[in-house]
């Protein structure tokens, strides 16, 4: 495979809402550039970019695919993501390594929430771009409302520089309006289009396309603006220079059309991205900092020093871990040998190659700006630098959020048991969006994603890959337990049997503390009436005795504990009795001190269409939550509200069936607040439930 200077590379992400057709797109980029032999299809399961098990079974992306078509000797990279909400976390990831995004669009559906949330990512990285309105041979397509939509979101920047010929399923070519031609393609062939004369129904529309482009490539160059002024319009040469220059400084998103499943526009699309787009080499230095914490700034040049930010990682089961990286500076050699920042281990690159799908094509060397896989590197995971070990830099990783859903998750035999902390770590590796934990309250382990589709995935990977059963469970609920009123009370533990006795008696004073504050315990015994070397074991029977709790076995928190007077027996008293004896007092003291349950409370913010707004405020509003505030952005309305985890197990799901999956949401935990009498009856009813059951099983 022939190497690419930077200069000669376009870096592009394909971005949009799930089902816009990005697969579909980069699959016809490959079979017009005769990287494949036949046009492949998500609905097939044969996709180049989607060759994930679980991709193929569900038919979406899941995580973002790597391929490369060689045209009009340049080499465009595509970095095919995913556009449903759970798996977004994978497509912001991915976005570090592009240097433009073509952002999708269904000519059916228009502007979707997700494809707001991809521009915004886009906009985070700065990233140039252009809109491709998809899917106009289907039934109910509308290029104009499509562009409507558009433009409603993204503003009058996004302006045509083509025109569809023909609707619905007599669709069958475009006309540029840049250089007022029309092509026209043969549905499933090859991706070229003939030129023939526009249209005559078209041809006031397309004049009128064309001024208006005209027009905006001028508004922001005084040399343009005053040529335009001078002639009434522009040359094609000057009109393609401008229009070069306005779409990297993000001051124009063009949009282009056409149908990437029937493969018409793809030659013109590649020849637009291969102009206009800006190659790496063009990109600013690229930030990162030194070992002393000192930021630098690397441009993207062959001659600056070698370095890498890897920015995806696949747990392969049989290739083992294959790294995907971005080369910022320098050239990569096979067999080069490079420093990780992060770990300092020295990694050797066997085999460098580019990725087209699954497929590793192998290559000499990969230049700064080209993106290159490698596969058994020991200890680099996403997110790491490698670099020359003279000139160590390190690059700044891609923020994701927390997970918004966590289930827990238990082995179904002792031998998956055994085989589970492995494989969810490779799992790990490869999706950063993801955390696995034990909750030290609940002793449960815990798998939180974005959602629960994504754990679901992250399930059925477990037992495809490595033959690892488990099951999920919503997690228990991490309740508390505190005081809410002073009580004063006394502990005495005594027993008598043959030889020595055990003596132990306090008087102590148990207040609520603010929320928060956990525990504090105070010695206020004077003159003796406890000895001072006992005080220590009047504290530890109170912590021991309200971790178990006191209502429903949950953990007791945010009190104070005071002891104050007590006595002892110069032969009878040990540390073990007055434990004993605290023991008491704290559940004595507890019947007093007006106890109550808390329930973690979560924060919660959902990003849906307007018109669900009043559906998802009554709905939040049946599960204790408070709303919290709300902005519209676009047709999106962002809700921030909290709400009891415990009404939130189920969201997900609900989300999803009143908003016919077109919202998303995310969730972080925020205080304790004290549960609703009803609602904690029944959890304590539940709790003593569970405790009768145990003892009778042990019985």
Same mark, same amino acid.
């Given at each position: 495979?022939?190497?690419?200077? &930077?200069?000669?590379?376009?870096?592009?992400?394909?971005?949009?809402?799930?089902?816009?057709?990005?697969?579909?797109?980069?699959?016809?980029?490959?079979?017009?550039?005769?990287?494949?032999?036949?046009?492949?299809?998500?609905?097939?399961?044969?996709?180049?970019?989607?060759?994930?098990?679980?991709?193929?079974?569900?038919?979406?992306?899941?995580?973002?695919?790597?391929?490369?078509?060689?045209?009009?000797?340049?080499?465009?990279?595509?970095?095919?993501?995913?556009?449903?909400?759970?798996?977004?976390?994978?497509?912001?990831?991915?976005?570090?390594?592009?240097?433009?995004?073509?952002?999708?669009?269904?000519?059916?559906?228009?502007?979707?929430?997700?494809?707001?949330?991809?521009?915004?990512?886009?906009?985070?990285?700065?990233?140039?771009?252009?809109?491709?309105?998809?899917?106009?041979?289907?039934?109910?397509?509308?290029?104009?409302?499509?562009?409507?939509?558009?433009?409603?979101?993204?503003?009058?920047?996004?302006?045509?520089?083509?025109?569809?010929?023909?609707?619905?399923?007599?669709?069958?070519?475009?006309?540029?309006?840049?250089?007022?031609?029309?092509?026209?393609?043969?549905?499933?062939?090859?991706?070229? &289009?003939?030129?023939?004369?526009?249209?005559?129904?078209?041809?006031?529309?397309?004049?009128?396309?064309?001024?208006?482009?005209?027009?905006?490539?001028?508004?922001?160059?005084?040399?343009?603006?005053?040529?335009?002024?001078?002639?009434?319009?522009?040359?094609?040469?000057?009109?393609?220079?401008?229009?070069?220059?306005?779409?990297?400084?993000?001051?124009?998103?063009?949009?282009?059309? &056409?149908?990437?499943?029937?493969?018409?526009?793809?030659?013109?699309?590649?020849?637009?991205?291969?102009?206009?787009?800006?190659?790496?080499?063009?990109?600013?230095?690229?930030?990162?900092?030194?070992?002393?914490?000192?930021?630098?700034?690397?441009?993207?040049?062959?001659?600056?020093?070698?370095?890498?930010?890897?920015?995806? @990682?696949?747990?392969?089961?049989?290739?083992?871990?294959?790294?995907?990286?971005?080369?910022?500076?320098?050239?990569?050699?096979?067999?080069?040998?490079?420093?990780?920042?992060?770990?300092?281990?020295?990694?050797?690159?066997?085999?460098?190659?580019?990725?087209?799908?699954?497929?590793?094509?192998?290559? @000499?060397?990969?230049?700064?700006?080209?993106?290159?896989?490698?596969?058994?590197?020991?200890? @680099?995971?996403?997110?790491?630098?490698?670099?020359?070990?003279?000139?160590?830099?390190?690059?700044?990783?891609?923020?994701?959020?927390?997970?918004?859903?966590?289930?827990?998750?238990?082995?179904?035999?002792?031998?998956?048991?055994?085989?589970?902390?492995?494989?969810?770590?490779?799992?790990?590796?490869?999706?950063?969006?993801?955390?696995?934990?034990?909750?030290?309250?609940?002793?449960?382990?815990?798998?939180?994603?974005?959602?629960?589709?994504?754990?679901?995935?992250?399930?059925?990977?477990?037992?495809?890959?490595?033959?690892?059963?488990?099951?999920?469970?919503?997690?228990?609920?991490?309740?508390?337990?505190?005081?809410?009123?002073?009580?004063?009370?006394?502990?005495?533990?005594?027993?008598?049997?043959?030889?020595? *006795?055990?003596?132990?008696?306090?008087?102590?004073?148990?207040?609520?503390?603010?929320?928060?504050?956990?525990?504090?315990?105070?010695?206020?015994?004077?003159?003796?009436?406890?000895?001072?070397?006992?005080?220590?074991?009047?504290?530890?029977?109170?912590?021991?005795?309200?971790?178990?709790?006191?209502?429903?076995?949950?953990?007791?928190?945010?009190?104070?504990?005071?002891?104050?007077?007590?006595?002892?027996?110069?032969?009878?008293?040990?540390?073990?009795?007055?434990?004993?004896?605290?023991?008491?007092?704290?559940?004595?003291?507890?019947?007093?001190?007006?106890?109550?349950?808390?329930?973690?409370?979560?924060?919660?913010?959902?990003?849906?269409?307007?018109?669900?707004?009043?559906?998802?405020? *009554?709905?939040?509003?049946?599960?204790?939550?408070?709303?919290?505030?709300?902005?519209?952005?676009?047709?999106?309305?962002?809700?921030?509200?909290?709400?009891?985890?415990?009404?939130?197990?189920?969201?997900?799901?609900?989300?999803?069936?009143?908003?016919?999956?077109?919202?998303?949401?995310?969730?972080?935990?925020?205080?304790?607040?004290?549960?609703?009498?009803?609602?904690?009856?029944?959890?304590?009813?539940?709790?003593?439930?569970?405790?009768?059951?145990?003892?009778?099983?042990?019985?």
């Amino acid at each position: 495979m022939k190497v690419y200077e &930077g200069s000669d590379i376009r870096n592009i992400a394909l971005i949009g809402h799930g089902h816009s057709g990005k697969t579909s797109l980069a699959s016809g980029f490959l079979y017009t550039a005769g990287a494949t032999n036949r046009l492949t299809r998500v609905d097939e399961g044969n996709a180049v970019t989607d060759f994930d098990d679980e991709e193929i079974q569900r038919k979406l992306s899941i995580s973002t695919g790597l391929a490369f078509a060689e045209w009009a000797k340049k080499k465009i990279n595509l970095i095919d993501t995913p556009g449903f909400n759970i798996f977004l976390n994978d497509t912001k990831a991915a976005l570090v390594a592009a240097d433009a995004a073509l952002v999708v669009v269904d000519g059916v559906a228009g502007v979707e929430v997700q494809t707001e949330k991809v521009w915004s990512f886009a906009d985070e990285f700065n990233l140039p771009r252009a809109i491709f309105i998809n899917k106009l041979d289907r039934e109910r397509s509308s290029f104009d409302r499509a562009l409507a939509s558009v433009q409603q979101v993204f503003g009058r920047l996004a302006i045509p520089v083509q025109l569809p010929i023909g609707a619905e399923k007599e669709f069958k070519g475009v006309v540029d309006v840049i250089r007022m031609k029309a092509y026209t393609f043969t549905m499933d062939g090859d991706g070229k &289009g003939k030129e023939s004369p526009i249209p005559e129904d078209l041809a006031e529309a397309a004049q009128k396309a064309h001024e208006a482009l005209v027009e905006m490539v001028a508004e922001g160059n005084d040399a343009l603006m005053e040529e335009f002024f001078d002639k009434g319009t522009l040359p094609v040469e000057h009109i393609m220079d401008g229009l070069r220059q306005t779409i990297r400084e993000r001051r124009i998103y063009p949009v282009l059309c &056409g149908s990437a499943l029937h493969n018409v526009g793809s030659d013109l699309l590649m020849n637009f991205v291969v102009e206009n787009f800006p190659a790496p080499t063009e990109h600013e230095p690229i930030p990162g900092k030194v070992n002393g914490g000192a930021e630098v700034q690397r441009s993207i040049k062959d001659s600056e020093p070698v370095s890498a930010f890897v920015f995806k @990682t696949i747990a392969d089961p049989f290739a083992g871990r294959v790294t995907y990286f971005k080369v910022i500076s320098g050239v990569i050699k096979n067999d080069a040998n490079l420093v990780n920042a992060r770990s300092g281990a020295t990694e050797r690159l066997a085999h460098v190659g580019c990725l087209e799908g699954k497929t590793l094509q192998p290559v @000499t060397d990969i230049r700064a700006g080209d993106i290159g896989a490698v596969a058994k590197l020991k200890e @680099t995971v996403t997110g790491d630098t490698l670099c020359d070990k003279p000139s160590l830099i390190s690059y700044y990783p891609v923020h994701l959020p927390e997970p918004s859903i966590a289930f827990a998750i238990s082995a179904k035999s002792r031998q998956d048991e055994d085989r589970l902390g492995n494989a969810v770590q490779r799992i790990l590796e490869e999706d950063q969006s993801l955390r696995f934990y034990r909750d030290p309250q609940t002793k449960e382990f815990l798998l939180a994603g974005s959602g629960q589709q994504h754990v679901e995935v992250i399930v059925s990977r477990l037992k495809k890959r490595y033959g690892v059963d488990v099951e999920l469970h919503a997690p228990k609920i991490p309740y508390r337990e505190t005081v809410r009123g002073k009580s004063e009370v006394q502990g005495r533990h005594k027993k008598q049997t043959g030889g020595h *006795g055990q003596f132990g008696d306090c008087w102590i004073r148990i207040e609520p503390l603010a929320r928060g504050a956990k525990f504090e315990f105070a010695n206020e015994v004077f003159g003796g009436a406890i000895p001072r070397n006992f005080i220590p074991a009047v504290e530890k029977g109170i912590v021991e005795a309200a971790a178990n709790g006191f209502l429903a076995g949950y953990p007791v928190v945010d009190f104070k504990v005071t002891v104050y007077d007590g006595s002892y027996h110069d032969v009878d008293s040990s540390e073990m009795a007055f434990k004993l004896a605290a023991r008491k007092a704290f559940k004595a003291g507890m019947q007093q001190a007006k106890p109550a349950l808390l329930e973690p409370v979560m924060n919660v913010e959902i990003q849906a269409p307007v018109e669900y707004a009043g559906d998802l405020m *009554g709905d939040l509003n049946s599960r204790r939550g408070r709303i919290q505030g709300m902005d519209i952005k676009g047709t999106t309305q962002i809700i921030r509200a909290q709400a009891p985890m415990s009404e939130m197990l189920t969201y997900q799901n609900d989300l999803i069936s009143m908003t016919q999956g077109r919202a998303s949401y995310q969730m972080e935990f925020d205080h304790y607040d004290y549960v609703p009498q009803l609602q904690a009856d029944k959890v304590i009813a539940a709790a003593k439930a569970a405790k009768t059951g145990e003892e009778e099983e042990e019985e």
